[in-house]
């Protein structure tokens, strides 16, 4: 079972600054996800990774980036924060092998004022 | 296409009672189903799974869910709710390269 951390947990910031929601595991998982949460709503995928050097957008739009320089990083930036911005996001890694079963990170609370 | 419905939006359950939520997918094959749950602050934990086989899974927790592919379900299932179960639980299906999110069932336990 991978670890996997994130960090802040929670962020206050105010509208047009950048910022980078990190997200690391430590069992070598080739996948990895970033999902935006919002109450009574459905996971979002908004980006994913299959290995180093390999980034893709989700199904979810957004206006954020990410990079995948080294297997256990995964740290996703948004240049220009906005108030649209607000909402949960969550990291998970998903094992190489055909099943992708997927473990999460405890999240990030981004709140843009 | 592709979806996952979770028809209950929150239920309620005494403490002690059983607790079955509901999940139906729509999906092109028979996928990998996956249950998960989230406490407040929390990211979400892997409670049970289904790849293949036995269609009645046993989880983490006390938990089961049974899938049923001519009703394209996969109930969860716990004998007796304990208080600390009270959190938001979320279906998901999925394959070698995508999952699919519910939008999740949050449930209350009363004393």
């Known amino acids: 079972e991978a670890d996997i951390y994130q960090t802040p947990r929670y962020l206050v910031i105010g509208t047009g600054k950048k910022i980078t929601l990190e997200c690391s595991q430590t069992?070598?998982?080739?996948?990895m996800y970033w999902y935006q949460q919002d109450p009574g709503m459905e996971l979002h995928l908004i980006h994913y990774s299959y290995g180093v050097n390999s980034t893709e957008k989700g199904d979810l739009s957004s206006e954020s980036t990410v990079s995948r320089i080294r297997t256990e990083h995964f740290p996703l930036t948004l240049e220009s924060a906005r108030p649209s911005h607000t909402s949960q996001y969550l990291c998970?890694?998903?094992?190489?092998?055909?099943?992708?079963?997927?473990?999460f990170g405890p999240g990030t609370r981004l709140t843009v004022l | 296409a592709q979806s996952v419905t979770q028809p209950d939006i929150h239920i309620t359950v005494s403490e002690g009672a059983s607790l079955e939520l509901r999940c139906n997918y729509s999906y092109g094959a028979t996928p990998y189903l996956f249950w998960y749950v989230q406490s407040p602050g929390q990211g979400l934990q892997l409670l049970l799974k289904?790849?293949?086989?036995?269609?009645l899974v046993q989880g983490i927790k006390g938990f089961e869910a049974e899938f049923k592919r001519s009703q394209s379900s996969f109930n969860l299932r716990k004998p007796s709710v304990h208080w600390s179960d009270a959190a938001e639980y979320f279906c998901a299906v999925g394959d070698t390269f995508k999952t699919i999110f519910g939008a999740g069932t949050r449930l209350f336990v009363k004393a």
């Open positions: 069992m070598g998982h080739d996948k």
């Open positions: 289904y790849f293949s086989g036995d269609t």
């Open positions: 998970a890694a998903g094992t190489g092998q055909m099943r992708n079963e997927q473990f």
